[in-house]
């Protein structure tokens, strides 16, 4: 419902400023959809942003802000991009891609332990500190990729990583690797531990009522922490599947906002994560289209994130319009 | 020259003003909502819309005050539909705010492309002048670090003082102060609590659209693609950090302003541009972090009536 809202405003608000919007429309659907490349792009694109989306829930579900997926993201495929290049390789091809992996999801999850230990000592606002850290981890990946750990060639981006840790590919020279089912994984595995686990429990506890937790000894701080390390991981996890399976590489700006997308894409999933799948696959198919859409049409591939903002708005404000009849029934009481 | 001595030179001082004239617009923004009980998290949003409504009002009639007008209408606009969002319609604030920004990002990006014709950038237009006043003239350091300034420096300083006196000493100030701690005790006043909440969105969309115009107009004479790039979230950490007050805001803002001048004049001295650049959100972190647990007011980002659905 919401992404007919969204759909149909923000094209009457591009219509306005003199483009097509059915053009647009279109042409998404047609990169996204339109071929059998276009769905194996869509499904591509869809393994990032499951990711951090899933990074995102599982932050909210302990009542947590985590707005640091992108700088985790970030991160952890520069921790997977050194670690394929620098430490020597004792697994072969198919599994080699797990050691790197491992490290790029400890770099993840070593950010969110930073965020943590300040909530924990200094209980600092989580939400502002991991807003921040996503502006120094982009620089400092940055630098790392110009700087000391840039590869041969004039190209910002670190050495390319070994052969034997590559990700194996569903689909031969596409971007779809098995990264894919990790990220499947990784949904069930949450879904799994929060409402089939005691820990779990707790999250969801502290999450919806930090009062009754406190009644019943759940130390908040705990669950918090935990939170914390958790989401960093699962966001380290999406940038080392993004370099081992698709880039080979740590290259600059190597997320166009995957962080970001993740929050709508939880937002749309309902906050739960399977249905985050539902979310990250609409916000998967949006990105494999924008591409296309850039390259058609005279229409910039920015287009999709006025879509993505009236979506939010709309989805966490489910009454805009029974609120002004929320007014209405107001002043009739008064009545 | 040596290191020590560019730390306390008068053009650090003078980029530091500079650095801080937006940031400081935008936190005060931040602090009228965030006392009214509002939790603001869409100042990037904000702030890009403005700074191109600035350009773009300019590029299109020639006078930069037709722009800087322009710059409020939007931002009075957009700031007001945030506020229609978040209480009327009660929305989450923070997601909301996430949502704005993400609208701004791509709307402004379409602009270029439909106002310009080109990618990424606009045209240049001839913005706002530097202001100089005749008196520093004759004040060897004060022209220094003053005369680069332009006027919405000055008008930065006078909106800190008239928003302590609205604030802390009118009728209205201590409505909304309420209205931040317990809505409940001005809607007994029979004061309308989003009323109150509105009012201080719209003189915040005014703050916005100055910070804007300032970035645009006044310093780069342009707009370009995404270029607030987290001065607006740094806003929010130094309204937090200047406990919600004006004035210590405005403090916390010309400490950033600090880092941020120190940072540029140290580059192209051997260090990475990158690193450096981290400089001010470093500091943004550390302090926010030794600062502790900040109090905000208590009803801060929840709708009113609470429990009305």
Redesign the interface.
Known sequence: MSLIIAVVVGGI??AC???KPLEAYRALFKGAFGSGSGWVQTFAQFTPVMFTALAYTISMKAGI?N?GAEGQFLAGAMGAALAGVYIPQILPYPIGFVIPLIVGVAVGIGIGAIVAA?KYF????I???S??????LT??T??MA??PFQGEGVNPTTAPIDPSVYMPLLKKSSQLSIGFFISLAVAIVLQYFLYRTSAGFEFRVVGSNPKVARYNGISSNKILTRALLISGGIAGAGGAVMVLGVNHNFIINLSPGYG?DG??AS?LGGGEPLTTGIGAFIFGAMRAGSVYLGRKT???A????????????F???P??L???S??NK?EEMKK | MSIMSQFISTGVFAATFRMMTTVGFAALATLMATKSGIMHMGQEGLMLLCALAGVAGEYFSGSVLIGILLAIVVGIGFNLLYALFVTTCRGDHVVVGVGINFFASGITALMIMAFWKKAGQSDTVEGIAKLSIPLFKKIPVLDAVLGSQNVLFYILILAVVVLWILIYKTPFGLQMRVAGELPLAVACTGKDVNKIRYSCMAIGGILFALAGANISLGQTKAFSKGMISGRGFVALAMCMLGRNHPVYAFFACMMYGYTEALQLRLQGQGASNELLQCIPYVFAIVVIAISGSLRNPAALGKPYPEDAN
């Open positions: 608000i591009v400023l003199g483009y802000c707005l300040l200094f209980n600092s606002d939400m502002l500190i807003l921040m850290f996503n502006y120094v620089l400092v940055n630098w110009k700087g970001w929050v709508a937002l005279s229409i910039p920015d287009f999709i994130s006025v879509i993505e903002g009236i979506l939010i708005i989805i966490v404000t009454n805009i029974k609120g002004l929320l007014r107001k």
